[in-house]
């Protein structure tokens, strides 16, 4: 039994699409693939819902037209400052005389940690449920150990239903629906690290055009998840303003000349913006555009330590930080990352067997969501996820 | 003043030839004596100034024709101590000494530095009283420091609010983007001066046009016209060169000032008033390119005030001066909306109040303190808002929800709000 999955990403730069022909649930073959320039999305949310499923449903087309065959269901992702997240903890007393968890123990301490309630516009994305402990110790099943209290936490996922909603109706216009809504940080965060790499402990930023999506794992899972709404659009238009240059000049400064710190070899240095040195050319200062890039990913990466606050004790992040997006090109943002969140860090190893075309850090959240979609899970939820690594070899090569 | 003229020679015939109007400068507190002290107007003998604070020591080193001080009731000659209700209220019980210097001006130029008390609190007031008495008032402020406490930066937006109620146009400078245009070891001192000499150039250029000996002069009557409506965001911006081509470079000067480094959407002014000043070699054929591109540049279908005037001590130099005025009307939120659905964006200002408020829940709030005076400004007139100073700063993200972190909008560039300087 085949059934072919898309992954969409309705990203600030680009609108991304693949399609995946899972074989019987045991792998997976990327058998599409569109990309289209965006509109109509800024800081990863729509502003404007025509301009932006036009441009959706163009690359939905294209990846389909690519691979010859039809969508049967998608798995979205959803980045933006509407999403939140809250731990909660379960616990429930363990109730037969001879202190052995059975099911109903887990059940209850299960139930408790996710029956906070969210205000009438909120509504959960993701449970994703993290070790339990018996008596303060962690233990990866209870069922049948001893013990008198029984312990779980919840990383919840909450969003704006409005915001979420209008995405989905973005897939509906084309006729489609949507089987599974992922947050991007997850999405990312399953294909740039690997499952030995969450077991350590490992953060993973996907630092995009719209936002930052990062989620952080301890033993194993996403014990918390988050977005920061400033991306590489914000150092396009930080350039733009601080350099008076066009947008469009802007960004390609940005590629071409922007790093992450401003160091004192570049005093002097000029760069041409538009290189032709035709009218309208003219030289900029390339230490202007690493200083105000180099403000702006400062301040990014003390707003994450801020969040993360807490989080950050190298002994249980023991893989360090994996950046990812396409903002992770950015020369030099290792070294900063490093430094303002004081764990080594290093750009996202995208797993081998994806074909060169896809294997750019841009692609992560879509590559992450067809990941979920081998095994059809929602609910992230690691504990219950074991085939995902095995399969994962498998997965895109062709 | 020409509604969609077709050239300049149009505009020739319109000219009338204009009988003196009394201009007069009046700075108010310690920023605006400064302001009023550095003017130039050498040229022009009609034009009165005076300098108003509390502090009588800032007075006594202001060199206007007049000095007025108020206040020592309360303050005995100390100045407002940077309270704007007690600057506000000295004021306004002290109109009476203001009032006799502005009646008789035509055209009334207010000079504040917001932020403090007696410019803040007393600038409105000022700008009220004389257009009461029938002036045209134009105000020129700098808006503080992003690094100055928030404490200051509210103050000056509420005042920025009253002042555009009192004036014909406001024209507000921001010290942040100043900062940007001075050079690289230039200390805040030498900011200032940098912002007194452009509002200078500012003053000068207007004073210029309706002097009557230029090239092309300007009628009083139609600068009157121009900016009767009450404008809302008002642009501003200032080219200057030497050399070979000196208007044409002037012009690049002009398209890459700071000031005028704003969203499209708000460089589309109702109103346009343009000065260019050259020497004598300055001719119609290149003044008339300057103005077909700078129209088409403001994208302006409303008026025009024009003015071109030679000036012999700039022998092959050229100056151009932009000042640009949008009808304060609300605009209608720019998002389009899913099928079915309530609007996207509500407004940018509900979506910030919103944003405020649930930022005050968060722990760190403490440097929201004088957040809700913003929220105060908009309950009052939520179109007015909608032209704080601060908005230019957004860039590209202009029409989206503010980005509250901390007290701060994140889509304000980082370098801004961190005081940074750029060496371009
Ligand atoms: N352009 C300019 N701005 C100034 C000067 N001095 C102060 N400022 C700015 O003006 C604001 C108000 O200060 P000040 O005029 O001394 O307060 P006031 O006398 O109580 O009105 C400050 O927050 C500064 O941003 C100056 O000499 N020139
Ligand atoms: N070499 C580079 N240096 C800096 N930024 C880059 C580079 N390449 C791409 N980017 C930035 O990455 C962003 C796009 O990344 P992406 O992950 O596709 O974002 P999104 O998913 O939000 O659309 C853009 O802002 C782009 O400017
Ligand atoms: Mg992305
Ligand atoms: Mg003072």
């Known amino acids: 039994m085949n059934k072919i999955i898309a992954a969409v990403e309705i990203g600030t730069s680009k609108m991304k699409v693949l399609l995946g022909e899972i074989r019987s649930q045991q792998a997976l073959n990327v058998v599409g693939f569109g990309s289209i320039e965006s509109f109509g999305v800024k800081?990863?949310?729509?502003?404007?819902?025509?301009?932006?499923s036009e441009q959706v449903h163009l690359a939905i087309d294209l990846a389909e037209k690519s691979a010859g065959v039809q969508a049967e269901e998608v798995y979205l992702s959803v980045t933006g400052s509407h999403l939140g997240g809250s731990f909660n903890l379960g616990s429930a007393r363990v109730s037969s005389a001879d202190n052995v968890v059975v099911r109903n123990d887990v059940a209850r301490a299960i139930e408790e940690a996710k029956r906070k309630e969210l205000l009438?516009?909120?509504?959960?994305?993701?449970?994703?449920?993290?070790?339990?402990?018996?008596?303060?110790?962690?233990?990866?099943?209870?069922?049948?150990?001893?013990?008198?209290?029984?312990?779980?936490?919840?990383?919840?996922?909450?969003?704006?239903?409005?915001?979420?909603?209008?995405?989905l109706h973005v897939i509906n216009g084309y006729g489609l629906e949507v089987g599974?809504?992922?947050?991007?940080?997850?999405?990312?965060?399953?294909?740039?690290?690997?499952?030995?790499?969450?077991?350590?402990?490992?953060?993973?930023?996907?630092?995009?055009?719209?936002?930052t999506d990062y989620v952080l794992y301890r033993d194993g899972c996403a014990a918390k998840t988050g977005v920061v709404p400033i991306g590489g659009d914000h150092l396009t238009n930080d350039i733009s303003m601080g350099l008076r240059v066009d947008e469009r000049h802007a960004e390609s400064l940005k590629k071409e000349h922007g790093r992450a710190f401003c160091g004192e070899e570049d005093d002097d240095l000029r760069v041409w913006?538009?290189?032709?040195?035709?009218?309208?050319?003219?030289?900029?200062?390339?230490?202007?555009?690493?200083?105000?890039?180099?403000?702006?990913?400062?301040?990014?990466?003390?707003?994450?330590?801020?969040?993360?606050?807490?989080?950050?004790?190298?002994?249980?992040?023991?893989?360090g930080i994996h950046?990812?997006?396409?903002?992770?090109?950015?020369?030099?943002?290792?070294?900063?990352?490093?430094?303002?969140?004081?764990?080594?860090?290093?750009?996202?190893?995208?797993?081998?067997?994806?074909?060169?075309?896809?294997?750019?850090?841009e692609f992560a959240t879509v590559l992450g969501l067809l990941h979920f979609g081998l095994t059809g899970q929602s609910q992230v939820n690691p504990v219950r996820s074991k085939g995902i690594g095995r399969a994962l070899a498998k997965i895109f090569g062709r | 003043?020409?509604?969609?003229?077709?050239?300049?020679?149009?505009?020739?015939?319109?000219?009338?030839?204009?009988?003196?109007?009394?201009?007069?400068?009046?700075?108010?507190?310690?920023?605006?004596?400064?302001?009023?002290?550095?003017?130039?107007?050498?040229?022009?003998?009609?034009?009165?100034?005076?300098?108003?604070?509390?502090?009588?020591?800032?007075?006594s080193e202001c060199l206007t024709s007049q000095k007025i001080t108020i206040g020592r009731r309360y303050t005995r000659g100390l100045g407002a101590g940077g309270d704007v209700a007690v600057g506000g209220k000295i004021m306004e019980e002290e109109i009476q000494c203001v009032r006799r210097f502005v009646e008789g001006a035509d055209l009334l130029f207010v000079l504040a530095g917001l932020g403090g008390g007696i410019g803040s609190g007393g600038a409105p007031v000022i700008a009220q009283c004389a257009k009461d008495a029938g002036a045209v008032v134009f105000s020129f402020v700098t808006t503080p420091f992003n690094f100055e406490s928030e404490a200051r930066r509210s103050v000056a937006e509420d005042a920025l609010v009253d002042l555009r109620k009192a004036s014909n146009a406001v024209i507000p400078l921001s010290n942040d983007l100043l900062l940007q245009h001075a050079t690289a070891d230039e200390s805040v001192l030498e900011c200032f001066a940098t912002s007194n000499r452009w509002i200078g150039r500012g003053v000068r250029s207007i004073c210029e046009m309706l002097d009557g000996s230029g090239l092309v002069s300007v009628d009083f009557a139609d600068l009157k016209a121009a900016f009767s409506r009450r404008s809302g965001r008002t642009l501003f911006g200032l080219g200057r060169a030497e050399g070979k081509d000196a208007l044409g470079d002037a012009l690049k000067d002009l398209l890459l000032c700071p000031l005028l480094h704003v969203p499209d959407a708000s460089r589309l002014a109702d109103t346009l008033l343009i000065n260019v000043t050259g020497g004598p070699g300055l001719s119609m054929t290149a003044v008339n390119e300057v103005l077909k591109t700078l129209q088409e540049r403001f994208k302006s279908k409303g008026s025009i005030v024009f003015g071109a005037c030679i000036d012999e001590n700039m022998p092959d130099q050229a100056e151009i001066c932009v000042i640009g005025a949008s009808d304060l009307e609300p605009k209608p939120p720019a998002a389009d909306v899913?099928?079915?659905?309530?609007?996207?964006?509500?407004?940018?200002?509900?979506?910030?109040?919103?944003?405020?408020?649930?930022?005050?829940?968060?722990?760190?709030?403490?440097?929201?303190?004088?957040?809700?005076?913003?929220?105060?400004a908009m309950e009052r007139s939520q179109s007015e808002f909608n032209f704080v100073d601060q908005e230019n700063q957004r860039g590209y993200f202009d029409k989206t929800e503010r980005n509250v972190h901390g007290g701060e909008d994140l889509d304000v560039p980082t370098y801004l709000r961190r005081g940074i300087k750029i060496e371009i």
């Open chain 1, 43 to 52: 800081k990863g949310e729509l502003v404007n819902f025509k301009v932006a």
């Open chain 1, 120 to 167: 009438d516009d909120r509504i959960y994305v993701h449970f994703i449920q993290n070790p339990f402990h018996l008596d303060g110790r962690p233990v990866e099943d209870p069922l049948n150990l001893q013990g008198s209290l029984l312990e779980v936490g919840y990383w919840s996922v909450d969003g704006d239903e409005k915001v979420i909603k209008d995405l």
């Open chain 1, 180 to 211: 599974h809504v992922i947050a991007s940080s997850l999405a990312s965060g399953e294909i740039a690290t690997s499952r030995a790499d969450r077991k350590a402990g490992a953060l993973v930023i996907d630092f995009g055009a719209g936002a």
């Open chain 1, 273 to 319: 913006l538009i290189g032709n040195k035709m009218i309208g050319d003219r030289d900029v200062s390339r230490k202007a555009i690493r200083q105000v890039v180099a403000a702006r990913v400062e301040e990014l990466f003390q707003i994450l330590a801020e969040e993360l606050e807490g989080y950050l004790e190298p002994d249980h992040l023991g893989s």
């Open chain 1, 323 to 361: 950046l990812t997006g396409g903002g992770s090109l950015l020369p030099g943002i290792t070294e900063v990352a490093s430094s303002a969140l004081g764990l080594p860090a290093k750009r996202a190893e995208l797993p081998t067997g994806i074909v060169e075309e896809l294997r750019n850090p």
């Open chain 2, 1 to 59: 003043m020409t509604e969609g003229f077709d050239s300049v020679d149009d505009m020739l015939r319109n000219q009338s030839s204009p009988e003196r109007i009394r201009i007069r400068v009046i700075g108010v507190g310690g920023a605006g004596c400064n302001l009023a002290s550095g003017l130039r107007l050498d040229g022009f003998g009609e034009v009165a100034t005076a300098g108003v604070d509390a502090d009588t020591k800032s007075l």
């Open chain 2, 338 to 376: 899913a099928p079915g659905h309530a609007p996207a964006l509500n407004s940018a200002e509900t979506r910030y109040a919103a944003a405020v408020a649930s930022e005050k829940g968060k722990p760190h709030d403490s440097k929201l303190q004088s957040r809700p005076k913003v929220l105060h």
